[in-house]
């Protein structure tokens, strides 16, 4: 199994990212998606989600309206757009895999599978 995460990098406060998963060694398609983040000295934090087909998404508050996950089950990957970025948005972003559960809010207990991580840098 292997989530492989790309797309972070250093960019000022009101510009956009987009952070992107491929993954390989399990069906994509049967799983939920997910991304979290953790800043320096924090714990890791639930961002978004999204249902097996795409048909749901969850934003935790403090992204909503900025942050957009997708998925295309075709190419086993997921993203995440962000834009109107915050200084307080800076991290690291992982994506997650869950197969049990819903398109909602997730704890890092619930997660079967982790990517490696991308690291998002916003200054103000």
């Known amino acids: 199994v292997q989530l492989q995460a790309s797309g972070g990098g250093s960019v000022q406060a009101g510009g956009s990212l987009r952070l992107s998963c491929v993954a390989s060694?399990?069906?994509?398609?049967?799983?939920?998606m997910g991304w979290f983040r953790q800043a320096p000295g924090n714990e890791r934090e639930f961002v978004a989600s999204i249902s097996r087909s795409g048909g749901v998404t969850y934003y935790r508050d403090s992204v909503k309206g900025r942050f957009t996950i997708s998925r295309d089950n075709a190419k086993n990957t997921v993203y995440l757009q962000m834009n109107s970025l915050k200084p307080e948005d800076t991290g690291v972003y992982y994506c997650a895999a869950r197969y049990y559960g819903g398109s909602y809010y997730w704890t890092k207990a619930q997660v079967d599978y982790w990517g490696q991580g991308t690291l998002v840098t916003v200054s103000s």
């Open positions: 060694g399990f069906t994509f398609s049967v799983y939920n």
